[in-house]
């Protein structure tokens, strides 16, 4: 690395250009971008991911199926609740286990939790400022004090939800296989609603707002990946289906979906097998289960204008604020209907065997897979993260951008690229737990 | 203020989860009045505007895992005034530090399917190991209230007011009965720094040291009463080898029970 602590560079000639990015930001991690031209084709573009190696599915091996939900989250900060719940549910496959009732429904109101809190941040702080010009939300602050206040509000609604069902919101505490080793009384949980109805009220603004943003003339055919369950919008479970034929349990996804490691980025990129890319995410999930949205999601849909289908990269900061307004709505919900279990968990003892977790992360689905011993240690992992399966459809996306944008000003280009791949709310710290990327540097 | 009067603030990243600079972001009712006293001149996380270093205040998350970090953090370090790590990755080396404890070839080539890609330490180690540091922000993940004390120090030039007793103390002040004695839970609150709150025992279950060890911690003492309560010695080992396994009292203690 010449410059180790960050540089951005640019290359220019009349046809051929260099677009370089080499530290990426407003995304969870480390990462860069290089997009070359030639002869005015697009000849390469790679999202380089060099975010080091954590191992840990390799360290993993040896400890106590009881551990994996606290190890996992560690492998990210924004998301850890998607872990906890990936990893317990995938315990529990193994002892043939379904957790249901009131831990159930607690489970999905964390999760709203965690939805709101990541959304909220995408939107306003990570997303937004792209389309208006700024290079970040404080700055964005001085022309939009209104919207950023609103959306770090929104955001600490959805870390108060999550302090309250884990302990706290980074790595929460009390999500276990099984349940939770404590969960909230009626009482604490009615203590949330005017927040989360005064939520709501804001992500129905949140919507209005952002489909009023400047969007680009671009979209893609995606094959969009999602869960699928009989009654619900997804978060815990489901078939994992997709627009273009997949319709499988989550068992099958390592015969439908694999991962390869390649050189450029040595980033494990995820396609069909003998396919093409595809696309995890609220833009998959929107698309796949948009009649599992509630009234009054769907009506704010039709008013931004993307009822049902969008195939919108950009766009998909409409799409998370609808999942906002669901994941508020939802919440509600649970809160209303909620009478607290007597046990906390059920008591969860796999013999050996082997277990699949997938559960909806804010940025995609999050598969687990393990095997454990007679003594309860796990003997294998494998964890495929939805930035990992993300990134070959952002380099696709890129690929597409930069051959209809050839003639934009340089420095233009460059942010529209950075943009293109926000719009992923990429979490790097995710796909890297077991990657690392190379950066050719001359 | 205007931005050339305020200080400058960096935020790094190493090998880590991101959770110890979300929680920069997670003071929402400070942000803007932080964004008022200092200026954020680099945090890639929240913005894509560079202010070139010198850095009056730079918080480092992540730990130490790569030749190329290994300079980073020197170049860091010139940079910077004030330089506060923040988290268990940057204090101890984090989860990560577990590789410490084995073969790393074997790692790569069970997580990797062309491990001659991977270039890689063997180690994963804390800032510290590699330069000096002004200050260490304990935490699996840090605290929110304690990162607003530190950054508060450092504004007003004074001390940061961050204690080193053990997560008892927090119980007891919380006024949740001892795990250990009324659950028969094993808990590693008696050695472990206090700051999260003691919020594992007050949810029912057992500390397991996101903040590390206190100071002057008796792990011997505590381990027996562990193996009085049916720990074997791999259940020892594995207890002091989470999250902050390379600190060098937890380090000495699962070593200790493993031979």
């Known amino acids: 690395m010449p410059n180790p602590i960050h540089s951005e560079k640019k290359v220019s000639t009349m046809k051929n250009k260099t677009i370089n990015v080499d530290y990426l930001s407003r995304v969870e991690g480390e990462g860069a971008l290089r997009v070359d031209i030639q002869d005015n084709q697009v000849k390469d573009v790679k999202l380089n991911i060099f975010e080091p190696p954590r191992y840990f599915e390799a360290f993993l091996r040896g400890r106590d199926f009881r551990e994996a939900p606290d190890i996992t989250a560690r492998i990210c900060g924004i998301c850890p609740v998607a872990y906890q719940m990936s990893a317990s549910h995938a315990m529990e496959d193994i002892a043939g286990r379904k957790i249901g009732g009131p831990i159930r429904e607690l489970r999905r109101l964390l999760y709203c939790g965690e939805w709101i809190e990541s959304h909220a941040l995408h939107v306003f702080m990570l997303h937004a400022p792209d389309f208006l010009g700024y290079e970040d939300a404080l700055q964005m602050a001085a022309e939009y004090p209104d919207q950023v206040k609103m959306g770090l509000k929104l955001k600490k609604i959805g870390n108060a939800l999550m302090d309250l069902l884990g302990g706290r919101s980074v790595h929460p505490i009390s999500p276990r296989v099984g349940g939770f080793y404590k969960v909230p009384t009626r009482q604490e949980l009615d203590a949330m609603v005017d927040d989360l109805k005064w939520a709501k009220d804001a992500s129905l603004e949140t919507v209005k707002w952002v489909s009023t943003l400047p969007f680009p003339d671009f979209e893609i055919d995606y094959e969009f990946v999602a869960l699928r369950h009989p009654d619900e919008y997804p978060f815990n479970e489901g078939r994992i289906v997709s627009n273009k034929g997949v319709d499988i349990p989550l068992s099958e996804f390592e015969k439908v979906f694999e991962e390869e490691h390649v050189q450029h980025s040595t980033a494990l990129h995820a396609h069909r097998k003998n396919g093409g890319p595809y696309l995890v995410g609220p833009l998959a999930r929107y698309n796949l289960n948009y009649d599992r949205l509630t009234p009054t999601v769907q009506k704010a849909a039709e008013e931004a204008g993307i009822a049902e289908t969008c195939k919108s990269p950009h766009k998909s900061i409409i799409v998370r604020s609808l999942e906002l307004l669901y994941a508020c709505e939802e919440a509600l919900r649970i809160i209303d209907q909620y009478a607290k279990p007597e046990c906390p968990y059920e008591e969860v003892k796999p013999g050996a065997g082997r277990g699949y977790g997938c559960t909806e992360a804010p940025r995609g689905i999050l598969y687990h897979r393990y095997d454990i011993d007679d003594n309860g240690a796990i003997t294998d992992a494998k964890i495929v993260p939805p930035t990992s399966q993300n990134q070959e459809m952002i380099e696709s996306d890129l690929r597409s951008y930069v051959e209809n944008h050839l003639e934009m000003e340089e420095e233009e280009l460059q942010w529209k690229c950075e943009q293109i791949v926000r719009n992923y709310d990429p979490c790097i710290s995710c796909s890297t737990h077991f990657l690392k990327l190379d950066i050719n540097r001359k | ?259």
């Open chain 2, 1 to 259: 203020m205007d931005n050339n009067q305020k200080p400058k603030l960096a935020v790094w990243k190493f090998a880590s989860c991101d959770g110890c600079q979300l929680t920069l972001l997670n003071c929402e009712d400070e942000l803007l009045a932080i964004a008022d006293k200092i200026q954020i001149a680099y945090f890639p996380e929240a913005t894509r505007a560079v202010v070139e270093g010198p850095y009056d205040l730079s918080l480092v998350e992540g730990s130490i895992t790569t030749p190329e970090d290994k300079e980073r953090i020197q170049k860091i370090r010139e940079e910077s005034n004030f330089l506060i790590t923040i988290g268990a990755c940057a204090t101890s080396g984090g989860i990560q530090a577990l590789r410490n404890f084995k073969d790393v070839k074997e790692f790569t080539s069970i997580v990797y399917a062309s491990p001659e890609y991977i270039s890689t330490l063997d180690t994963s180690t804390p800032i510290a190991d590699h330069v000096e540091v002004d200050f260490e922000l304990r935490g699996c993940p840090i605290s929110k209230a304690q990162l607003l004390e530190v950054v508060n120090a450092f504004l007003f030039n004074r001390r940061p007011n961050i204690p080193s007793y053990s997560v008892c103390i927090e119980c007891k002040r919380r006024g949740t009965p001892c795990v250990m004695v009324s659950q028969g839970e094993p808990c590693l609150g008696p050695v472990t720094q206090a700051g999260c709150g003691a919020i594992c025992p007050f949810y029912n279950r057992g500390c397991y040291s996101c903040f590390g060890p206190k100071e002057t911690p008796n792990e011997r003492s505590l381990s027996r009463q562990f193996v009085k309560m049916g720990y074997t010695n791999e259940d020892l080992v594995r207890a002091y080898r989470m999250f902050n396994a390379q600190s060098d009292s937890f380090r000495k203690e699962s070593e200790y029970y493993e031979e």
